[in-house]
Each structure stands twice: as structure tokens, then as C-alpha cells.
């Protein structure tokens, strides 16, 4: 099984953004309240992303680490 990459951004005063990987726990995250956004900015550059509340954080990581 490959390893997925996956990187945890803060984005805003209140988000986070989800970089990676992602296709296939999308299910997942859209359950865990995440929006797609497929032109965020990070790194200046326009990339797919998924956004989630800061409070969301510690989960997402738990999530992220079984899946993983």
C-alpha cells in the first residue's frame, strides 16, 4: 500500500486547508464538514484543496493518521 501525503495549512484567521492526497478518503472529509475548493492559494499558486473550521483540526489529524 502506498503512503499518502497530506499537508495541514493554516489559511485563515478561522481555517484550515487540507493539501494531498485526498481522492481517496473524499467521502470522509466531506463528512467531516470540509468544502472542496479546487482553486485555493497556497504557495502562491492556485491548487485543490479542502477547507475545514480550525476547531476541526485535531480530528482531521486523527483522521488523517488512520488512513494513512
Same mark, same amino acid.
Given at each position: 500500500?502506498?503512503?499518502?501525503? !497530506? /499537508?495541514?495549512? +493554516?489559511?485563515? &484567521? #478561522?481555517?484550515? %486547508?487540507?493539501?494531498? +492526497?485526498? #481522492?481517496?478518503?473524499? +467521502?470522509?472529509?466531506?463528512?467531516?464538514?470540509?468544502? !472542496?475548493?479546487? =482553486?485555493?492559494?497556497?504557495?502562491? /499558486?492556485?491548487? %485543490?484543496?479542502?477547507? !475545514?473550521? #480550525?476547531?476541526? =483540526? /485535531? &480530528? @482531521? &489529524?486523527?483522521?488523517?493518521? @488512520?488512513?494513512?
Amino acid at each position: 500500500m502506498t503512503k499518502l501525503y !497530506f /499537508e495541514i495549512v +493554516d489559511y485563515s &484567521e #478561522k481555517a484550515i %486547508a487540507l493539501f494531498g +492526497d485526498t #481522492k481517496a478518503i473524499k +467521502d470522509l472529509l466531506k463528512a467531516m464538514g470540509g468544502k !472542496f475548493n479546487p =482553486r485555493l492559494t497556497y504557495n502562491n /499558486e492556485k491548487q %485543490a484543496g479542502w477547507i !475545514f473550521s #480550525k476547531t476541526k =483540526r /485535531e &480530528e @482531521l &489529524e486523527n483522521v488523517l493518521s @488512520l488512513n494513512n
